[in-house]
Structures are given as structure tokens and as C-alpha cells.
């Protein structure tokens, strides 16, 4: 069925760029993931036209990242998976303001921003994603959030037009934006900055670096904090005293370090780590009536 979809493709991008059967545990910070049918790096020009090839194929087709917020199932996903990486990672600095592709890591843009002397956004330094998959989930951590930053965000609508969003139309709240809801494909991003002492701000992410690198386990595959905050709660903290410290179904554990990540400690599939986070779920709300919502998002056969 992907024959006549992949002639065409191919007539349009680099091939190098279109990998077919291919292993998402390759694209996941989990390291889960069976293969998908389709996955197409494209670049900003030729990303309208690989969605619209999807469309007239009848094919569907899923945005991803770097895979660092993403539980793929173990049978893979069907269909197109079109990743959002470098090649769609053009960077300026102009003045205090940044605009940034979509492929763009946090990282980078905060490195960019130190150098030249602006603050605020030294709190997304370390979150392991891209900007496009930070706008969309309103990325945040250690007291900031993307919607400070944000000024505008170019995205690819339903129809293929490109629009310029606000930050007000981005309707941006706790882990969550428009732009899945309506369909939306972020293109870039215009972050706002202030002027700061490189000094500072550097010294200032060296800390916080050093908290992620003290209290987070980041020798394990994992994607970040895998529940979202309960209102008046700390996830982490339900799990831990619901007695969930180094709880483990296979290969997947609740981390030792700490409780709000589920980590790929041993070879751990995709079912496990779904078990385990079904697991956590139900027993703390059988102790704490809180039930625990997944920040992670989960796509593909399981």
C-alpha cells in the first residue's frame, strides 16, 4: 500500500530522509518502540508537501520530535511518522528576541541565549525536547514555562497554510496549548528575552544542570517526569509514599532517585512500562484518592 506513496515521496525529498520499517526505539529517549511503516525527516519546505502526500494517500500520519515525551508501542505505529529534527532547526538572535525552527533543541536555543547575554530561559536548558514539541505541551520546569517566553508561533494549519499564532491564541496552560487540539504543526517560534550577565546566566544553569544531574536519573532511558501534577500534589511524592520506590514490572522501574520517573532500568518493552505506569496509577488512588494522569504520550500499536 506504500508503494505508489513512496514514488512520490521520493520525487520530492532527499531519500535519504525516508526510512521505511524503522525502529522507533531509535527515536524515543525511552528506547521503546516497534518500527514504523514510515519515517520522514523533512525539512521546513517540503514538510507541507509530505503531509499533504499523506492526506491524498489516505494515509495517517503522526508528529514527533526527539521522541523525549513518547511511549511507542511494541508492535509499532502505522502509517507516516514525520520527525521534527535539525534539518528543521534554523536559529537567529535579534536583539532580545530569538526565532527559532521547530527542530531546534531547548538546549541550543539556551546555549544561543547565554552567549549573548539574555535571560530567562535558562530554565529550559536541560529539558531534553525540541522547541516544537515544547510549545505544544507548554514545556516548563524549576519555576518557568514556555508561555513566558513565547511572543508568536508560525504553524502549518489543516488546509496547509502557514498562520502566525500569539501567545494569547496558543491558549497555553499546564501541559497543554491548541495546537494538537485544532491540528496545528508548529513550524517556529519568536521567544522574547531579557538582557542579563552572561556571568549569571551561566552560573545559573551550571545549577540548575547540577539539581537534574543530583535528583533525576538521568543515567536511565527515560522520558522525564512521567505523570503530570495532580492539583495541590506532587506526583512524585504520592508514588514514593505509596510505598512505589524502585516498584518494577520487567525491565521497566520506578525510579530509585526519583519517584516521578519511570525508567527503562533493564530492557524494558513498552508493555512494561505501561503495566507499570497502570500500576502506580491504581495504587495511588486506592491509597490517596488522587488519580495520577500520564504526561507522556503514548502512540502506536501495543
Given at each position: 500500500m506504500y508503494n505508489e506513496f513512496l514514488n512520490e515521496l521520493k520525487e520530492k525529498i532527499d531519500n535519504s530522509w525516508i526510512h521505511v520499517n524503522e525502529p522507533m526505539k531509535q527515536h524515543t529517549t525511552f528506547r521503546v518502540g516497534g518500527p514504523a511503516d514510515v519515517l520522514v525527516t523533512p525539512d521546513t519546505e517540503s514538510l507541507p508537501e509530505v503531509i499533504a502526500l499523506c492526506k491524498r494517500h489516505s494515509l495517517p500520519y503522526h508528529i514527533i520530535g526527539n521522541g523525549s515525551n513518547l511511549l511507542v508501542g511494541d508492535k509499532g505505529i502505522r502509517g507516516v511518522v514525520i520527525a521534527v529534527t535539525n534539518l528543521m532547526g534554523d536559529i537567529l538572535c535579534d536583539g532580545e528576541s530569538i526565532t527559532a525552527g521547530a527542530g531546534c533543541t531547548l538546549g541550543q536555543i539556551a546555549v544561543l541565549a547565554a552567549g549573548n547575554g539574555l535571560a530567562g530561559f535558562e530554565f529550559a536548558a536541560g529539558i531534553p525536547g525540541t522547541l516544537g514539541g515544547a510549545v505544544v505541551m507548554n514545556a516548563g520546569a524549576y519555576g518557568g514555562e514556555?508561555?513566558?517566553?513565547?511572543?508568536?508561533?508560525?504553524?502549518?494549519?489543516?488546509?496547509?497554510?502557514?498562520?502566525?499564532?500569539?501567545?494569547?491564541?496558543?491558549?497555553?496552560?499546564?501541559?497543554?496549548?491548541?495546537?494538537?487540539?485544532?491540528?496545528?504543526?508548529?513550524?517556529?517560534?519568536k521567544l522574547k528575552l531579557c538582557r542579563g550577565d552572561v556571568g549569571e546566566i551561566r552560573t545559573k544553569m551550571a545549577e540548575l544542570r547540577e539539581q537534574r544531574v543530583t535528583k533525576q536519573p538521568l543515567e536511565y532511558p527515560s522520558a522525564g517526569s512521567t505523570f503530570k501534577r495532580p492539583e495541590g500534589y506532587f506526583a512524585g511524592k504520592l508514588i514514593m509514599e505509596a510505598g512505589l520506590r524502585g516498584y518494577q514490572v520487567g525491565g521497566a522501574q520506578v525510579a530509585e532517585k526519583h519517584c516521578g520517573f519511570v525508567i527503562n532500568k533493564d530492557h524494558a518493552t513498552a508493555a512494561d512500562i505501561l503495566q507499570l505506569m497502570q500500576d502506580v496509577s491504581d495504587k495511588v488512588e486506592a491509597q490517596f484518592g488522587v488519580k495520577l494522569e500520564p504526561e507522556v504520550k503514548m502512540i502506536g500499536e501495543f
Open positions: 514556555m508561555k513566558e517566553v513565547i511572543t508568536s508561533v508560525l504553524v502549518l494549519d489543516t488546509d496547509g497554510n502557514q498562520k502566525e499564532l500569539s501567545v494569547e491564541e496558543l491558549d497555553l496552560g499546564y501541559r497543554h496549548s491548541c495546537i494538537l487540539e485544532k491540528g496545528y504543526v508548529v513550524l517556529k517560534a
